[in-house]
């Protein structure tokens, strides 16, 4: 059974789109982390979000918290072909125990 | 600052062999993890230490052996490598658990035939 699932799992857009990709659970984090992955390369921390409703904005990355902390939102505005990769969500539960726990991955292809 | 280094970058096994995986870190953290991450999916959580001489399992563990007898270093070890565990292999550490940021190395593709 998978802990946190992610939609969709293959998103390929034009360069300039807008898209949201999500990050679900029937479970409580007490924190979430998006990471962007490269091919050969380890996962890269984008953001952590802690409060449930918190809403977090890098540049053109807008990531929210949901006022529950079970989910979470990844909202690209006008995509561009170097936000191409696969963006990985992580939880640490809140059972107190330092364990994160990946979603299943979106791959994300920009094409200029 | 050199971060987490992981040994050797690809590897081939035969199957019923073993080996170690190597993970070391240089930035003092307490936590460390180790995932593997099959084609286009996601990382699966293997085993993770809270600090030296501490280590619990995480998701996928069978098949699988850790040992935490310093803060810098968190081996893996595979006994009688098996197909279902070809994936590539990721160590991370952070400094205290929830809610810090997780730096990986840059992996060790294992192939097992």
């Known amino acids: 059974t998978q802990l946190l699932e992610q939609s969709p799992q293959f998103l390929s857009i034009q360069e300039g789109e807008n898209l949201t990709v999500y990050c679900n659970s029937s479970?409580?984090?007490?924190?979430l982390q998006w990471y962007r992955q490269e091919p050969g390369e380890g996962p890269v921390l984008l953001v952590t979000?802690?409060?449930?409703?918190e809403v977090k904005k890098l540049k053109r990355l807008t990531f929210q918290f949901g006022d529950a902390r079970k989910d979470s939102s990844l909202h690209i505005t006008a995509a561009q072909p170097g936000d191409t990769g696969l963006y990985l969500c992580?939880?640490?539960?809140?059972?107190?125990?330092?364990?994160?726990?990946f979603g299943t991955g979106t791959r994300l292809k920009v094409l200029a | 600052n050199a971060g987490v280094t992981q040994t050797p970058k690809f590897r081939i096994l035969k199957i019923g062999q073993s080996m170690t995986l190597q993970c070391t870190q240089d930035m003092n953290h307490n936590y460390m993890y180790w995932y593997r991450q099959d084609p286009g999916m996601g990382l699966k959580l293997i085993y993770y230490?809270?600090?030296?001489?501490?280590?619990d399992k995480g998701e996928v563990p069978n098949g699988y052996n850790v040992s935490r007898s310093t803060t810098e270093d968190f081996p893996l070890r595979l006994e009688l490598a098996a197909p279902s565990q070809t994936s590539v292999y990721f160590c991370a550490s952070s400094p205290q658990g929830a809610n810090e940021k997780l730096f990986f190395g840059s992996g060790t593709q294992l192939s097992v035939l």
């Open positions: 230490s809270v600090g030296a001489g501490i280590t």
């Open positions: 979000v802690v409060t449930g409703g």
């Open positions: 992580a939880g640490a539960r809140a059972s107190g125990t330092y364990k994160y726990i």
């Open positions: 479970s409580v984090f007490s924190s």
